[in-house]
Every structure is written in C-alpha cells, then in structure tokens.
C-alpha cells in the first residue's frame, strides 16, 4: 500500500514536468513609430504544441514602464481597445497577435524605437514558466 501511495504522489509531482512542450513565439515585431509617440504596438504568433492550453498572465520589457495585453474590437461601429488580463493559448493551437486585433500595448518607451533594432520581452506564465521573446522593430509591414 505504501509503495502505491508512493508512485501516485510521484506521479502528482512529476505531471507539471511532462504536461507538454513548452510554449514558443514566432515572428514578432514591434512597429515604428513617429518620434514623439508615447505609445508603441508589438505583434507575435503563439505556439502550444503541448496537450494543455497555457496562459500568459503578464508581459514585461526593460525598454517601456510597463507592457499591456489589449484587444482591439470595434462594437456599432466604434473601435475600442479592451485590456486582457489573461490569454490562453489552447492546447495544439495559436493565437496571433496582430494589428487590428490582439496586441501588446508599450506605453511611454525609454527612448525612440527605430527599424532594425530588437526589443526583448518576457512573458510570463500561469504556471510560473517565462517565454523570452526578441522582436523587431519595423516600419508598417
């Protein structure tokens, strides 16, 4: 009977461990803005290979005070910026961040932001993982 509490408890611990693949970010980017803005936009593709959905809770960047997640939605015919506090990334699926719809929002940047350069973000995960992210600043695609 021990031994049988004992590989159920080792189970319980280890199954974070083997939940699947860890979450990966491709094609971001950072768009070029006018040198007084005091916003700027980031866009990525989401990637859960794993068997669980995974949650981004915050996101993070040395270069701006503060890092927001935002959806733009337009509601009777009036755009509006929703903030999102959490976003799931479905089991096996993806979730594109992209203009016109989900976005990473960068208010008041530390300096101004040209094409070619890199901005790094963290993102941060329910279950504690981080995803570091390099992004490119560019002008408008």
């Not at 016109?100 to 530390?110: D, E, F, K, S, Y």
Request: charged share 25%; hydrophobic share 45%; net charge positive.
């Amino acid at each position: 009977m021990r031994r049988l509490w004992l590989l159920l408890l080792s189970c319980l611990v280890s199954q974070p461990l083997f939940a699947g693949e860890p979450l990966q970010a491709r094609d971001a980017w950072v768009r070029e803005a006018p040198p007084t803005a005091q916003m700027l936009a980031a866009y990525l593709t989401l990637l859960n290979p794993g068997p669980v959905d995974r949650v981004v809770t915050r996101v993070s960047s040395p270069r701006f005070d503060h890092v927001m997640l935002h959806r733009s939605e337009v509601v009777d015919g009036i755009a509006r910026m929703q903030h999102v506090e959490r976003l799931v990334v479905p089991a096996h699926g993806t979730v594109r961040l992209e203009p016109g719809g989900l976005h990473l929002m960068m208010p008041a940047p530390q300096r101004r932001l040209v094409a070619g350069e890199q901005v790094r973000f963290v993102l941060e995960l329910e279950d504690g993982e981080q995803l570091r992210v390099e992004a490119e600043v560019k002008k408008k695609p």
